[in-house]
């Protein structure tokens, strides 16, 4: 089974402040990690995503991620956040050697205030 | 620039009427997927096809759901008849999926603008 849990329902956080948006993943085997952004009104879009190799993963719109195995997290940061990175913040896992589909988080918004 | 896109954009129906999404995959992706989300359960996976094949639709209510690809270009999700619960945004997604030696490496899903669905 696979499983993703993204603690918080909402992060507040001032422009211009760091950000960090909270994932944590249950795989049986290696994991697969994305990070999708949904702004209103929209589809979700794709952020970045960690296969292998280096556990820094940089994205779309400064945004990166840090992969964790022996915590088994994937948290989403950004080093200045801007008003408009406010959106849900969805983060998903799938097995590496499976056939299954991802599997999403429920969500994180991400309100930056001015 | 490669996208997915769904139509119609915006329904609304009356309860017990048939409701057809469509989607266009990304041209070259072999896979494609059916989201539900809503306010109060998320996103949930409905069906996904690989290669025109059903993969999963577990969660797919069967009575009443049904998803289809008549062909690699078009995917297709129907309801039959509609009911108020079925209010939601319905997404569909398209990744390339190639069988590798070393199994099966899923790539990136890229989804479309959704389907919003309301039905009174």
């Known amino acids: 089974a696979q499983s993703v849990a993204q603690p918080e329902d909402q992060v507040n956080v001032a422009e211009g402040n760091p950000l960090t948006v909270k994932c944590t993943y249950s795989v049986s085997g290696n994991p697969y990690l994305f990070w999708y952004v949904q702004y209103p009104n929209r589809g979700l879009q794709f952020l970045l995503k960690y296969i292998t190799g280096d556990n820094l993963v940089k994205g779309s719109y400064g945004f990166e991620a840090e992969f964790n195995k022996s915590q088994t997290s994937f948290h989403l940061k950004k080093p200045s956040a801007l008003v408009s990175d406010s959106a849900l913040y969805f983060c998903a896992v799938r097995d590496q050697a499976g056939r299954r589909a991802l599997t999403f988080g429920s969500g994180t918004r991400l309100q930056v205030q001015p | ?120």
């Open chain 2, 1 to 120: 620039d490669a996208r997915v896109t769904q139509t119609p954009r915006d329904k609304v129906t009356e309860m017990g009427q048939e409701v057809t999404m469509r989607c266009q995959p990304i041209l070259g992706h072999n896979t494609v997927f059916w989201y539900r989300q809503t306010m109060m359960q998320g996103l949930e996976l409905l069906a996904y096809f690989r290669n025109r094949a059903p993969l999963d639709d577990s969660g797919m209510p069967k009575d009443r759901f049904s998803a289809e690809m008549p062909d690699a270009t078009l995917a297709t999700l129907k309801i039959q008849p509609s009911e108020p619960r079925d209010s939601a945004v319905y997404f569909c997604a398209s990744a390339h999926w190639p069988q590798l030696q070393q199994g099966y490496v899923q790539e990136t899903q890229y989804f479309g603008p959704g389907t919003r669905l309301l039905v009174l």
